[in-house]
């Protein structure tokens, strides 16, 4: 028998102390600036972000900033805090866009592993909450490259759609055939046209660029990886919103349950409910260990990350998604009303589930990944 050579350390999936602080922080503030009414009103305006609670969320707790390293103005956290901020939004889903600035954004720059020069000084821009950037590709992209435009001569032109808070955005961060461009998003030849989406706290809009000037970031080769880390940590940390969701979905149905009579019992202690919140509460407890272990994953750099990302996409879309539809079931009439927030929640569990890769597309990567059979 051949010695074991490496010994393999088992992820933390219990939150420090410090990731404890963070989560009451960030969940105060929630509470007092992005409670449902505010939300729903917000999502019937012509202006679902405001402004004040990012600048809150981003500058001031410095949730922005967590993943970027203090020599450039972060916070020189990691994954797992990020990945708390995460869970909090998702509770509230609240319209933010933390997940595609301070996520997706950060870590495509991050990954270019510039410490000065125009990335350095975006970051520092985004650290500190001052600008919001988002990466040009549609939000149910894979983690994978996805070049959304042509470089010409300096300029750009193209066409991406459905790219999630593009409206937002201040900086464009455009993957090309010739590399990684950023463009700000009141340049001349660029177009922000708003969709309808079906999750209304996270707008979706179509990108226009026409012959577009944007700053060249990396080449083709460096911005290849660089989008495609992006993308992974995206799909990792989703897993955390979607757990944050689901969690939100089980505790206001057990409330409800519990205060709700019909023949002068509490609708929750009927046994036929008890079974189906016990289930919920098994999933959510499940979802919380993937979603968990994704983000220790990137946290830690483990070789595993793509598999532990996959892992917690394919089960956490699922859990979310059935979270939300028992809420709106075992609320009965007010459930399926515009006034009670419960279809924010499926709303955004819907749309979560397709993006970064649907959990048909993460089901097929962990097969490959462990040379498996094709599901």
């Known amino acids: ?14 939150y420090s102390e410090a990731e404890d602080d963070l ?67 998702g509770r509230s889903v609240a319209p933010a866009p933390y997940l595609t600035s301070a996520v997706v954004a950060t870590e495509t720059l991050l990954a270019l592993g510039s410490e000065d020069g125009p990335v350095a000084e975006l970051l520092g821009e985004l650290a500190a909450g001052r600008k919001v950037a988002v990466l040009a590709v ?16 300096g300029t750009l032109d193209g066409t991406v759609t459905a790219v999630a808070d593009a409206a937002a955005a201040d900086v464009l961060l455009v993957p090309t055939t010739d590399g990684l461009y950023a463009v700000e998003a009141d340049a001349p030849g660029v177009t922000v046209e708003p969709l309808v989406p079906l999750d209304q706290t996270r707008p979706l809009a179509t990108v226009t660029l026409t012959a577009a000037a944007g700053t060249r970031l ?15 940590a995206g799909a990792g940390l989703l897993a955390s919103e979607q757990l944050g969701l689901a969690e939100w979905c089980l505790t206001e149905t057990v409330r409800y349950t519990r205060e709700r009579h019909q023949f002068n019992r509490p609708i929750g202690s009927f046994q036929a409910l008890k079974h189906r919140m016990a289930q919920l509460w098994l999933e959510v407890v499940s979802a919380r260990a993937a979603a968990r272990n994704a983000a220790d994953a990137l946290a830690s750099g483990s070789p595993d990350t793509p598999l532990a990302v996959s892992v917690a996409q394919a089960y ?60």
């Open 316 to 375: 956490c879309s699922k859990v979310a998604v059935h979270a939300a539809e028992e809420c709106i079931q075992l609320h009965g009439g007010i459930g399926m009303t515009w006034e009670h927030p419960a279809h924010l929640y499926l709303k955004r569990a819907k749309a979560d589930a397709i993006a970064y890769g649907t959990a048909g597309s993460h089901r097929e990567a962990i097969a490959e990944l462990m040379e498996l059979p094709a599901p």
């Open 1 to 14: 028998m051949t010695a074991q050579t490496e010994e393999t350390v088992a992820p933390d999936l219990l």
């Open 138 to 153: 549609p939000f149910p992209a894979a983690p994978e490259n996805s070049s959304a435009a042509e470089a010409v001569t």
């Open 218 to 232: 990396a080449d083709a080769e460096a911005a290849r990886p660089a989008v495609r880390r992006g993308l992974l």
């Open 23 to 89: 989560r009451s922080a960030v969940r105060s503030l929630l509470a007092d600036r992005s409670d449902a009414p505010t939300v729903i009103a917000r999502i019937e305006s012509d202006t679902p972000y405001d402004r004040q609670l990012w600048k809150a969320l981003g500058a001031d707790i410095g949730a922005a900033g967590l993943l970027v390293p203090e020599k450039l103005g972060g916070q020189g956290a990691s994954h797992r805090e990020a990945a708390v901020v995460l869970e909090e939004l």
